[in-house]
């Protein structure tokens, strides 16, 4: 039996990993569920999965599919955001929520993704009680920073880490609101 669970950028980013054995094998690094995630000794445990973002270059026909064809409801209009030259569409799934993200312009960075890339998976995104202290320790990890301070958009911090540093995902952290953390 094979049991993993994901500690995404953490061994890039010099973080210990534990060993274990799969299927009988001490030869491979990695962490059970039933290890004690070594995050927690740097107070850097992830809380939920908040979204994951699609980028997509018509987002009339990624509603069709994900809102019309798997029945995945829309959470209010379409969202224009200038600051990070998109459009926004909030599809919810259960406690997260799937992102679809257009680019509004041709020079912004999810357009520039979306020309090398292609349509497809851009980013996902975890919450965290201390975004602070959360990028303190990835800095002194080693890890890069795309947002060397948070940004903030309605109400909530935010700040990305580079794919170089997480293993080739682009990886988003959200602050925990008050309302997140009481359930």
């Not at 569409?89 to 929520?97: F, K, M, S, V």
């Not at 890069?144 to 988003?172: K, M």
Request: proline share 4%; with cysteine; glycine share 10%.
């Amino acid at each position: 039996m094979f049991t993993t669970s994901v500690s995404i950028g953490m061994a890039l980013c010099g973080f210990p990993t534990l060993r274990g054995t799969r299927q009988g094998r001490q030869s491979e690094t990695f962490i059970t569920p039933d290890s004690k995630y070594p995050a927690d000794e740097y107070g850097m445990t992830a809380t939920k999965l908040n979204h994951l973002a699609i980028v997509v270059d018509d987002m009339d026909a990624a509603l069709r599919f994900w809102s019309e064809s798997l029945g995945l409801k829309q959470a209010g209009a379409v969202e224009s955001v200038p600051a990070e030259a998109v459009d926004i569409a909030i599809l919810e799934l259960g406690d997260c929520h799937i992102e679809l993200i257009q680019p509004t312009t041709v020079d912004s960075g999810v357009a520039k993704y979306l020309a090398k890339r292609g349509a497809g998976l851009h980013h996902l995104c975890l919450e965290v009680p201390d975004l602070d202290a959360t990028l303190a320790e990835l800095r002194k990890r080693g890890c890069e920073l795309i947002n060397e301070t948070p940004r903030q958009r309605d109400g909530r911090r935010y700040a990305f880490v580079h794919p170089g540093s997480t293993g080739g995902v682009l990886l988003e952290f959200y602050e925990s609101i008050a309302a997140d953390l009481r359930g």
